[in-house]
């Protein structure tokens, strides 16, 4: 029969439906780790159906991923390895492919509760053990006919908006023509209105139903009778059209140049995705998924109408789908290593923390890039247990550090966005810190900007709370697109974290605006980090403009634990010989030291700022450091006549500079030490720490040369004050 005459729209589909079932011989597939038990329900049920067996929920979920067409019923144990018959209901009812294929539980007769449970999460029916032949049949017998005249009655079903075939139909009459067409050659095309729901938040539902079935009767009309049409949901639509001369190009490929109710919707844009060709080797769920896979790679991008299926798609969705089912086994066996690349005061040169990367050593695909698995994690989700999986090894080696004796150094862990899903987030990192005794100072969060964009609400909250936990938060991808000062005044942070595209930009225009945005941090006593610092320019244009840390290939990539300790180890070994080799040099030799021996009380609340500031001093100095006014006052007073000089930052949670300075200059025991401002640098500096009462003003970002003079300066006049006094 010629194409021409034949008319693949009208079938009788009811008819074909009821004969294909009849004639074919219904699969059941039994889920039960117990052999015995397997055994005994297939001798039951084998005259009059085919038995598949499965040890636990894992193995059926494989066999439903290759069969799922083709099994009638389940019969599923609740007890099993691996994965039980709860977990594998909650992931089979999750999935619209598996979650119409009826379920039958076998439970013990004394286990009522196990019935009940069972049947809410989606079960159909029970039956009890020890098996009693005649019932077993007759419930799978009544459940398949249930499910079938359910099916038959979906099948004859159309979109009740459009009038096009259901889904359902679609696929079952993609079938029939490639089985009654066998040397037919077919295209299957998905199109999707982009911007959509533009129509209906603007226009309202009842104009965008009547776009819908413009949108459905043009495609109809268009294709006619030598091809078929379905709404698959809301707006996209599939077709199914004789592979030609493309032809099928002009009766699809068509962009909005009329009006509907008099409403003009010349920007509503359609794409398509075209899987040409298709192949009788996979069934129609699969076609559509290739012609849609097709049509996601251009959603969103600006020119790009037709987006062609083809065999790169193809290994991409292989290896996406082997990623996604090797996932679970390449945690439990430890696949998943984190790397550490470290973080280096852009002062000293020398490594002042590190940031945790996870990296995957896959024993088939070998070193996979974070960016191949990452973004299918955060969308389906397992990006949390990967993250948790990585905190969890960063306090360990945190501890571990900390028991052998190497230096103390902070290390950031990525939040990611799935993270915030969960309702006890913060008490999850809380526990981890608590479990291996770290400080949690040393455990840095970064959280991407982004994220705060999606329910701010909740997340500050949540950050809040770690935040005031002890961690230090850091916003990770700072002017990637969404900051805001009114942002950055309503959150929890304490490091800016600045888009390496701001650092390896040759821009002018990005330079600046690198520049005002340290500027920004400095004013909000925010420490910076650069990352993707990729050569020396780089590094001194970053110091120039006063970045407190960087990390990038110049200095470090990402390296396995013991390769990072012993880089560490050679960098604090360096780190101690040159404070070897400073002794020898300034105005205070070690005998000096010796002889004057000052020392110095650092009140600020940053602790990147207070590690910049000791190491600067400490060859010269003894330190004591307080994390805000209160801490201070209260050292001073069980340590009076101790502390020479105090270096006060003016801006600090729970006491700040100017508190503390009204209560020294009360305290006749304390008023007579002297005090050197340390806040943002000011052109009226000098004059604001003499209105605050204090002696000195040495302003952010701190230069070693001038904190010393100050101190130098401070204390010579100090000396001369008392020298003076009658």
Known sequence: MSKEKRDIGQPDILQKYCGSMSRRKRKILIVDDDEVSCAVLGNILQSCYDIITAGNGKEALDILKKRKNDISLILLDLIMPVMDGYEFLDIMMADPHFSTIPVIVTTVKEQEEDEIRSMKKGAADFVTKPYRPEIVRCRVERIIHLRETAAVLNVIERDRLTGLYSRETFYMEVQRILEEDPDGKYDLVVADAENFKVVNERLGVKIGDKVLCYMAERYQRN?????????????????????????????????????????????????YGVYENVSRKIDSYAMCDRAIL????????????VSMYDDSLRATLLREQQILDTMELALKERQFQVYYQPKYDIESNHISGAEALVRWIHPELGFMSPGEFIPLFEKNGFISKLDYYV??????????????????????VNIS???????????????????????????????????????????????????????????????????SLNMLSELSIDVLKLDMKFVQSS??????????????????????????????????????????????????????????????????????????????????????????????????????????????????????????????????????????IILLDLVMPVMDGFQFMKLRSRDERLSDIPVIITSESHEDGDLMALRVGADYFAGKPYKKELVLRAIETTIERWKWKKSNEY
């Open 391 to 412: 905190w969890e090894e960063t306090c360990k080696n945190l501890r571990k550090w900390k028991d052998e004796g190497h230096r103390s150094i902070s290390v950031s």
């Open 507 to 644: 821009s002018r225009d990005r330079k600046s605006i690198l520049g005002f945005v340290i500027s920004l941090a400095k004013w909000l006593n925010l420490a910076t980090i650069a990352e993707g610092v990729e050569n020396e320019e780089q590094v001194e244009k970053l110091r120039s403009l006063g970045c407190d840390y960087v990390q990038g290939f110049y200095y470090a990539k990402p390296m396995p634990l013991q390769e990072f300790e012993r880089y560490l180890e050679k960098d604090s070994n360096q780190d101690e010989k040159k404070r070897e080799d400073q002794t020898g040099r300034g105005s205070l030799m070690p005998e000096e030291r010796e002889k004057r021996p000052y020392k110095v009380l650092i009140v600020e609340d940053s602790e990147m700022n207070r590690e910049i500031l000791r190491s600067m001093l400490e060859p010269y100095y003894y330190i004591e450091e307080a994390s805000n006014g209160k801490e201070a006052y209260d050292y001073l007073c069980g340590h009076f006549g101790e502390i020479s």
């Open 294 to 305: 097709a049509l996601n790679r251009i959603k969103n991008r600006y020119g790009k109408y």
């Open 417 to 483: 966005r799935r993270d915030f899903d969960e309702p006890d987030l913060a008490e999850q990192i809380i526990d981890l810190t608590e479990k291996y005794g770290i400080d949690r100072e040393l455990l840095h969060l970064e959280i991407t900007e982004s994220v705060y964009t999606d329910e701010p609400e909740y997340i500050v909250r949540t950050v809040k709370r770690l935040r005031d936990s002890g961690f230090k938060i850091e916003m990770d991808d700072f002017g990637s697109g969404y900051s």
């Open 223 to 271: 294709i006619g009778n030598h091809g078929i049409c379905t709404r698959m949901h809301g707006d996209v639509f599939a077709m199914l059209i004789p592979h030609g001369d493309g032809s099928w190009k002009e009766k699809l490929l068509w962009q909005w140049d009329e009006e509907v109710d008099g409403i003009p919707l010349r920007n509503l844009v359609i794409k």
